[in-house]
């Protein structure tokens, strides 16, 4: 099934391995390392890589037993694939990497059109992005975060705090209560960033 996000693709999967290795193009990337970040198999891994470096998206070489893949940055695709990949899939691997550096965040969720998305409800394009960050981050800092990813990604981020007793509480929040009947996508901030 295509992904809402973008119907051109063939899945949800490939938008998040393009989206990850084109929007960090300085980094190499393993199969095992891919295939953790994007939660599949390597070997779906592997054969959307053959798929991708075949067609000169991405460049591969080979150290020992290993095969490393990045973004091939010299072509005349990878500035356009690599916009419409921010604005599509962009989301998760950018807010992942700032999310995961600010100190005080427990947890983070991107929710409203762009989760419902995501989890293949049809509709239009989302016109922004919502973040709830659970945790005491500096308000400052989540500010400014916003800015710069709403610049990086091509549109809106709009970045909600809670704190971990107030989401944990199930009850009282009208908002919190709103946020959780609705598509919710969880970030790994446990990862190793780029």
Not at 168 to 183: H, N, Q, W
Request: hydrophobic residues 40%; negative net charge.
């Amino acid at each position: 099934m295509s992904p809402s996000l973008l119907p051109i693709l063939r899945s949800r999967m490939q938008g998040e391995l393009l989206a990850l290795v084109l929007l960090h193009p300085e980094r190499e990337y393993s199969i095992t390392e891919l295939a953790g970040d994007v939660g599949v198999t390597p070997t779906a891994v592997l054969r959307e890589v053959d798929r991708l470096t075949g067609g000169g998206i991405l460049t591969d070489r080979r150290v020992g037993r290993s095969r490393l893949v990045k973004a091939r940055t010299d072509t005349p695709l990878y500035r356009p694939l690599s916009d419409l990949m921010a604005v599509s899939f962009g989301p998760m691997p950018l807010l992942t990497d700032v999310l995961a550096g600010l100190e005080g965040v427990q947890r983070a969720y991107i929710y409203g059109s762009w989760a419902a998305r995501y989890n293949g409800e049809p509709g239009p394009p989302p016109a922004d992005v919502d973040v709830l960050v659970v945790g005491d981050p500096d308000a400052d800092a989540l500010f400014d975060l916003a800015e710069e990813a709403s610049r990086r990604l091509g549109r809106e981020v709009n970045v909600h705090r809670a704190s971990v007793e107030a989401w944990e509480a199930r009850t009282g929040d009208p908002f919190l209560i709103s946020v959780r009947e609705r598509p919710l996508v969880q970030l790994n901030l446990d990862q190793e960033t780029p």
